[in-house]
């Protein structure tokens, strides 16, 4: 009961829920981890399994929505400017490709 009070308390008024930045990361890992599961239903020969996919997502959608437009500034004014919704849509590219690249790789190494 405790818990469940702590867990409540820590996400609905705290700080953690009014900061962009954590709210930047959530989406970011979100939108990738969704991506990746979604590429994998769709493409059934390079479907890596949910959980490699969920977690291949989640690391493009870090890498995708949060470091890449810091060094390369241009992609993220490309999709929208700096909001949520530019971030959203890198990390959901980011998250869909680095599992196609990932089975492709995958696929050369079994062949090779």
Do not use: C, H
């Not at 981890?33 to 390079?46: D, E, K, T």
């Not at 949910?50 to 490309?78: H, Q, R």
């Not at 929208?80 to 998250?95: E, F, Q, R, W």
């Amino acid at each position: 009961m405790r818990f469940k009070f702590l867990f409540f308390s820590l996400f609905s008024e705290s700080y953690i829920a009014r900061d962009p930045q954590i709210v930047s990361w959530v989406v970011s890992l979100v939108a990738g981890s969704a991506r990746g599961n979604i590429i994998g239903v769709l493409l059934r020969n390079r479907n890596l399994g949910p959980l490699l996919n969920t977690v291949l997502g989640l690391i493009g959608g870090g890498v995708g929505g949060k470091l890449l437009p810091m060094l390369v500034p241009a992609l993220s004014k490309l999709i929208g400017g700096d909001t949520n919704v530019s971030t959203g849509g890198l990390s959901a590219i980011v998250g869909a490709l680095l599992p196609l690249i990932v089975s492709y790789l995958k696929k050369l190494a079994y062949k090779a």
